[in-house]
């Protein structure tokens, strides 16, 4: 199983940036997908999460600005960035709880990430 990203970019603060991310391999069923962010020095942070029917969540510090979505169809997740500000700067990473086949486990798979930097 495989995520990939695309996306990545330099934008000016208050642009617009959308992030793809599709999984491919032998995947039986996609659970939750997600992004998460990465700043030099910080920790990895959630930024939005959607799972496969019911709300998405999104951290307080995106909300109104970006917009995740998802075509399981296509087991792809996007991430739409709007208002960007300087410090949404960081490695934005793809996370996917996938399912392997019908009776196993869950495992968590993440993308080799996509840097976002937004200058002022």
């Known amino acids: 199983v495989q995520l990939v990203e695309s996306g990545r970019g330099l934008v000016q603060a208050g642009g617009s940036l959308k992030l793809s991310c599709a999984a491919s391999?032998?995947?039986?069923?996609?659970?939750?997908m997600g992004w998460y962010r990465q700043a030099p020095g910080k920790p990895r942070d959630l930024v939005a999460r959607?799972?496969?029917?019911?709300?998405?969540n999104y951290a307080d510090s995106v909300k109104g600005r970006f917009t995740i979505s998802r075509d399981n169809a296509k087991n792809t997740v996007w991430l739409q960035m709007s208002s960007l500000k300087p410090e949404d700067t960081a490695v934005y990473y793809c996370n996917a709880d996938i399912k392997l086949s019908l009776s196993g486990r869950v495992y968590a798979y993440w993308g080799q990430g996509t840097l976002v930097t937004v200058s002022s």
């Open positions: 959607i799972p496969d029917g019911g709300s998405t």
């Open positions: 391999g032998s995947i039986f069923s996609i659970n939750a």
